[in-house]
């Protein structure tokens, strides 16, 4: 008798509401070893979310965001890839972060707001939630600017000006950049250079 396999699917959506949990309560459950060290979740407005598994071309552009970004770095900010920052309601782990001072000056918590220059998310599976649920959040946080990069449609979508606390928060300004445009990478309100987007594409 032959049997079928069937596929592992993440179940839907409790249709009742559930608990939302805060930073320090999700702290508290880190601390007391409620999730192992490589669970796939990060918490996002309050909920506890689960991540994505990446695939090659999204791992390739994180890579390539970052080698990009530290060629144009000033000694004073570092680059993070894939650590988490944290916020009021959340504690996102951005694929890119770019960081003022340097890894040492955060040995018992991770950076907050008014830490950080900007964040890049690669976007191919979780391009909606990316453009909606993440970009919300960095809005609120007044975070300067926050990169996709859009493996979707080939392109780096680049949001300015966020509203910060907010009924809707957002970013005022957005720019779409194709292969064969430059990105200027502002930081503290000063453009230190720029990246190609033909080198952080896969």
Same mark, same amino acid.
């Given at each position: 008798? @032959?049997?079928?396999?069937?596929?592992?699917?993440?179940?839907?959506?409790?249709?009742?509401?559930?608990?939302?949990?805060?930073?320090?309560?999700?702290?508290?459950?880190?601390?007391?070893?409620?999730?192992?060290?490589?669970?796939?979740?990060?918490?996002?407005?309050?909920?506890?979310?689960?991540?994505?598994?990446?695939?090659?071309?999204?791992?390739?552009?994180?890579?390539?965001?970052?080698?990009?970004?530290?060629?144009?770095?000033?000694?004073?900010?570092?680059?993070?890839?894939?650590?988490?920052?944290?916020?009021?309601?959340?504690?996102?782990?951005?694929?890119? @972060?770019?960081?003022?001072?340097?890894?040492?000056?955060?040995?018992?918590?991770?950076?907050?707001?008014?830490?950080?220059?900007?964040?890049?998310?690669?976007?191919?599976?979780?391009?909606?939630?990316?453009?909606?649920?993440?970009?919300?959040?960095?809005?609120?946080?007044?975070?300067?600017?926050?990169?996709?990069?859009?493996?979707?449609?080939?392109?780096?979508?680049?949001?300015?000006?966020?509203?910060?606390?907010?009924?809707?928060?957002?970013?005022?300004?957005?720019?779409?950049?194709?292969?064969?445009?430059?990105?200027?990478?502002?930081?503290?309100?000063?453009?230190?250079?720029?990246?190609?987007?033909?080198?952080?594409?896969?």
């Amino acid at each position: 008798m @032959s049997s079928t396999i069937i596929p592992h699917l993440p179940p839907a959506a409790p249709p009742e509401p559930i608990l939302r949990i805060s930073v320090e309560q999700y702290h508290k459950m880190i601390d007391s070893g409620v999730f192992a060290d490589d669970e796939p979740a990060e918490l996002l407005e309050g909920w506890l979310m689960p991540k994505m598994p990446k695939k090659p071309p999204h791992n390739l552009s994180t890579g390539l965001v970052c080698d990009a970004l530290q060629g144009v770095l000033p000694s004073r900010w570092h680059i993070d890839c894939q650590g988490s920052v944290t916020t009021s309601d959340s504690e996102p782990e951005p694929d890119v @972060s770019v960081v003022r001072g340097n890894r040492r000056d955060y040995p018992d918590g991770h950076p907050g707001p008014k830490d950080v220059g900007l964040l890049v998310e690669i976007s191919d599976t979780t391009l909606a939630r990316d453009r909606g649920m993440k970009k919300r959040i960095f809005a609120r946080a007044s975070i300067p600017a926050y990169w996709i990069v859009n493996l979707v449609d080939n392109q780096v979508e680049v949001h300015t000006d966020p509203t910060g606390p907010a009924d809707q928060p957002d970013y005022r300004q957005k720019q779409i950049f194709k292969p064969g445009d430059s990105i200027p990478v502002i930081l503290d309100g000063k453009e230190i250079g720029k990246v190609e987007v033909n080198a952080i594409l896969p």
